[in-house]
DNA sequence: TTTTGTGCAAAAGGTTTGCATACGA
DNA sequence: TCGTATGCAAACCTTTTGCACAAAA
């Protein structure tokens, strides 16, 4: 995969091992990690990265668009590296976030055209119960994974 | 309006001047306020009020169904008097929060029902460039309202 | 060699909490 | 009266910043 490289060059931005760490945990990891998950995991590898650079970092690949931050609760902001078009799922009762297939909503590339904002992109934002969370309907939040 | 008192009651919660004066300034203002907005506001009507009484009004609030709050940026949580379903716009550039007339997204009703989560609420969420935003194009950030 | 990025520690938001006191039911 | 809500200040958590040093291009 060189191309990440020039992904890199292409924004102006130099290519680090640690924004290359965070990249590369951000897609070997889906479940869309907080910053905090993503500096122990880079720290583990290289115990001398800081939490501020991985701030950074994430930053830096959110501007060069390889990765994108979803921020739907009101704790921790969540990191993704994008994979195309997606939904999201925000489970109520533990906050696991999950990806829900892209699908098209019918009208409305129409609607955002007449609408007043100039609508660039757009997002479908379900709320309920995960599966494990179903299960234990009277159970503590489960923060596992 | 004797309603409101009896949706505090209903929810077991105790109608006090500080709770009455969050929720009516949200009903007043329908602009999304973070709580530090809500705060000044009702302090400027009552200096004893307390941000921290704040929070916990419109926590109190939320959980009695008789506001919402909404977190879509990675800064200040905002909150909205319920006004029944509707979607939202974000502002890229100003971080303005808009609200957009309901409207069904067809089939995903049907969708939900077969998704492996248990889904209870949708909204869509749009993106873009606000009205005001939209003539500046190469300007900074506006704040005014 | 010239930027740009890193690491550290300190600061800056935003939000929550503990506790004594006040107050609504 | 009883139990919940308030106000205050301190704590907390997440994120940002300033600056000297290190390392890409």
Known sequence: MPYIQDSFRRQGL?????????????????CHP?????YKAVNRRDPRASLATVYK???ALARAGLIRE????????????VTGP????L??????????PWFDVPGLAKKARAAPQAV?????????????????????ANWEN
Chains 1, 2 share one sequence.
């Open 14 to 30: 130099r290519f680090t091992p640690q924004r290359y760490a965070v990249l590369d945990y951000l897609r070997k990891h889906p």
């Open 34 to 38: 907080t910053a905090e998950e993503v």
């Open 57 to 59: 970092s994430l930053h």
């Open 70 to 81: 979803v921020n739907l609760a009101g704790n921790a902001t969540r990191f993704e590296s």
């Open 86 to 89: 997606h939904h999201h799922f």
């Open 91 to 100: 489970c109520e009762r533990c906050g696991r976030l999950e990806d829900v």
């Open 120 to 140: 660039r992109t757009w997002e479908l934002i379900l709320r309920g119960l995960c599966k494990s969370c179903q299960s234990r309907t009277r159970g503590r």
